[in-house]
């Protein structure tokens, strides 16, 4: 099993700057991809960014030039920093992770909230 725990969210004006962290605990060795996801009401939870345990990454679109995904294999951390912020990009953003046998872990969500 897995554990994720998100911090980070909070409320930023339109093109202010967040930064997302996640900590992963458990049985650490599962985990191959770590990524978010965002969700908002009546909407499917959709990717933002993923990045595997080799460093390979993958972006939503939308969020191209803007957000920036790191992680930290040792600990291990994902961090997810958001510049240039829309109020589109509000929603509850959650941590991933994926295990080599294509299970996903989920943590509980962080709620940011961009102001126009």
């Known amino acids: 099993q897995v554990q994720l725990v998100e911090s980070g969210g909070g409320l930023v004006q339109a093109g202010g700057s967040l930064r997302l962290s996640c900590g992963a605990s458990g049985d650490i060795r599962l985990i191959n991809v770590m990524g978010w996801y965002r969700q908002t009401p009546g909407n499917e939870r959709e990717k933002v960014a993923q990045?595997?345990?080799?460093?390979?990454?993958d972006y939503n679109d939308s969020v191209k030039d803007r957000f920036t995904i790191s992680r930290d294999n040792d600990k291990p951390r994902v961090y997810l920093q958001m510049n240039s912020l829309k109020p589109e990009d509000t929603a509850v953003y959650y941590c991933?992770?994926?295990?080599?046998?294509?299970?996903?872990?989920w943590g509980q969500g962080t709620q940011v909230t961009v102001s126009s």
């Open positions: 991933s992770a994926t295990s080599w046998a294509m299970r996903n872990y």
């Open positions: 990045i595997t345990s080799r460093g390979n990454i």
